[in-house]
């Protein structure tokens, strides 16, 4: 007898009369992912809080159609291809001449072009919602994240980029001629069209540090063409810049890309930041009568290409750079005020992809419970493996209310008051201009590193709740769509990249301590002060919440006043852990009053309830518990379903 592999769910039901075999015996049913923009609650939530009705119905047609798009078969035979066919570096031609010729994967390719066609990155830029359009980049780029075999890195350091260069074009260049360069770049790298779209690099990280960029090496001299008619140029026509780059980079992502943003030190002892296009043309002098070649690379020879854990399909090498051409970005010596520009983008992108994996981490889990039978029970029917489930889901829920109110204040800090009339929900607690600045700074490294931890914890969860097969990393067109193993180890370098979690603690000291602390340590007061008054004000539940939330803030912020900076530092993962629980709190109770959501309310209970120390919110039947789990996780039903 030959069982089918359409079994009832309850395979526990079933007689079995025969031993399994290859081909005979149970097979178990795939999990199916669903649309996250309607799937995924907590993202449903942050979109629900942090933006206008009208804007919400505005965009809606546009998500729910890539919340599809992203899950379709096309898609993950991309993201096979590019895992199947890492980028690969042919440095030679047959007779012997350097080429560096980076060869990247058919699948790779097409998603970058849809992430450009999309507008991953144009959205904020075109500017369609005003302050809210990084909050519509965001949660189109949250359901991106699982399924885009991780071009979000060039995107990111694109969004950096692009944000940086329209600082100084609506500033004025010094020059009229690098202005127009810069406009042109600029133009490129926020276009959906993808016949002339760029992205960018971003090359600072040397063999002598990586966030520490103090002592780069790496050297310019400004050195104009003596005869620019004859210079080569860009390939988009544009004359290259003054100065001359000589260095070597130890790591640049994004290797593939059409231009970068690069540190070097002048001879004035500094540190500078420098716009160089990757590629330039091959002045007629120099074509030979036997090749066609017309562009080559700026100055820039490709060691060799690392290889890493993860992030597999993204091409990152060592550079090699050789009177590469290239433009001053701002004052000569204040290179690291003008990354901090692209840093304060690129470390939100790090926490919406860390997010976004451990959303589609959690999917996956949820899709698996429905089908996965133990015991002649499923997975979503055993209390336990639910209760494990409810507890990531609500550091999920936390750190998707953390990402994105810091997104929220950068679209305040990017954007006037009057870009848009319509008010979120959220406008009842969010800060003004001034303060949303501050909050603005003093949150991007906690929530990058918090963010980043949490997602790699999550994700080793998620993998666990599939048993064996979430061990499995298949790259395969057929298994790609469930393989938890790619999320998690490509997961993995967020903690790494753009700083590491250290890295971020001493900035979030030195935000404290530094110049201007007292300023941001007063903002932050008034902004946890005023949430706490409001709570007093409501009476019940939310007074209890006051209560525990202004007890462990004023134990934080005496222990900021009254250490010393140095101490401070060697305590810093506690200090952002204990300001990323403050936020989280004020979000979570804030986001369950906006409209009563009986299960928000739970969870802000719940975030809560980690420093009641005993207080009486903890205590509940553990019945109850197990149905609030559920609820959780899967909505709908159960306890609701009975209240």
Request: net charge neutral; proline share 4%; charged share 20%.
């Amino acid at each position: 007898m030959k069982i089918s592999k359409d079994l009832p769910l309850n395979p526990a039901k079933s007689a079995f009369s025969v031993p399994s075999s290859s081909t005979a015996g149970f097979f178990q049913s795939p999990p199916k992912l669903q649309n996250q923009f309607y799937e995924d609650a907590a993202l449903k939530r942050v979109s629900a809080l942090f933006l206008p009705q009208a804007i919400q119905s505005s965009i809606e047609p546009e998500l729910s159609c890539f919340g599809d798009d992203v899950l379709q078969r096309k898609i993950f035979n991309w993201i096979a291809d590019a895992e199947a066919n890492p980028p690969r570096l042919e440095a030679w031609d047959v007779w012997g001449k350097r080429k560096d010729h980076l060869v990247t994967s058919e699948g790779w390719r097409s998603i970058q072009d849809m992430g450009i066609r999309e507008g991953i990155v144009a959205i904020a830029y075109e500017n369609a919602n005003g302050r809210y359009s990084r909050m519509h980049q965001f949660i189109k780029y949250h359901m991106w994240t699982g399924s885009c075999a991780y071009v979000i890195c060039p995107s990111a350091m694109t969004d950096g980029a692009a944000r940086l260069l329209s600082r100084h074009i609506s500033s004025g260049a010094p020059h009229s001629i690098d202005k127009e360069v810069f406009q042109t770049a600029y133009r490129r790298l926020t276009s959906r069209n993808t016949e002339e779209a760029w992205t960018s690099g971003q090359w600072m990280t040397e063999r002598i540090g990586g966030s520490d960029v103090h002592n780069t090496e790496t050297l310019a001299t400004y050195s104009a063409s003596s005869d620019p008619d004859v210079a080569p140029t860009g390939v988009d026509g544009a004359p290259l810049g003054p100065w001359l780059i000589n260095g070597f980079k130890w790591f640049s992502s994004a290797t593939d890309a059409n231009m970068a943003i690069l540190l070097a030190r002048t001879p004035e002892g500094g540190i500078s930041a420098f716009y160089a296009p990757t590629w330039r043309t091959v002045p007629q002098s120099d074509r030979s009568d036997f090749s066609n070649q017309t562009t080559e690379l700026n100055g820039i020879t490709i060691q060799r290409l690392k290889t890493k854990l993860g992030t597999r399909p993204l091409p990152t090498a060592e550079l090699c750079l050789t009177d590469t051409r290239a433009y001053l970005l701002g004052t000569l010596g204040q290179g690291t005020k003008e990354i901090s520009t692209i840093l304060n983008v690129t470390r939100v992108h790090n926490a919406v992809t860390a997010c976004g994996f451990w959303g589609r981490g959690l999917a996956i889990s949820r899709a698996f419970a429905r089908v996965r039978y133990v015991r002649g029970k499923s997975l979503m029917d055993l209390p336990a493996h639910v209760r494990t489930m409810a507890k990531e889901h609500l550091e999920y829920r936390a750190n998707m209310h953390l990402t994105f109110f810091v997104v929220a204040l950068l679209g305040i800090s990017e954007q006037s008051a009057s870009s848009h009339a319509s008010a979120s929900p959220a406008a009842a607690f969010m800060p003004k201009e001034t303060a949303a600045t501050l909050l603005l700074r003093l949150l991007t490294p906690v929530m990058k590193a918090l963010t980043a931890k949490a997602a790699i914890s999550g994700l080793a969860e998620c993998m666990e709740s599939l048993g064996g097969v979430g061990y499995i990393d298949s790259i395969s067109p057929l298994n790609v769509e469930t393989n938890i193993a790619r999320l998690y180890r490509d997961a993995n370098v967020l903690s790494i990249w753009e700083g590491t979690t250290d890295v971020m603690a001493d900035d979030t000291v030195r935000v404290l301590k530094g110049q201007g602390g007292a300023e941001v340590l007063e903002a932050s007061e008034k902004w946890v002060g005023a949430a706490a008054e409001r709570w007093r004000n409501a009476g019940n539940a939310d007074e209890a919440c006051s209560r525990v939330l202004w007890k462990f803030w004023r134990r934080w912020v005496a222990k900021v006043k009254y250490k010393e900076a140095q101490e401070l530092c060697v305590q810093g993962r506690e200090l952002m852990e204990g300001l990323g629980w403050v936020v989280c709190a004020v979000l979570l109770v804030e986001d369950a009053a906006s409209d009563g959501d009986q299960v928000a309310c739970e969870v802000a209970r719940r975030w809560i309830g980690k420093q009641s120390e005993g207080d009486r919110m903890n205590e509940e039947r553990w019945e109850k518990g197990t149905e609030w789990d559920r609820t959780i996780v899967f909505g709908g039903g159960g306890l609701l379903a009975r209240l």
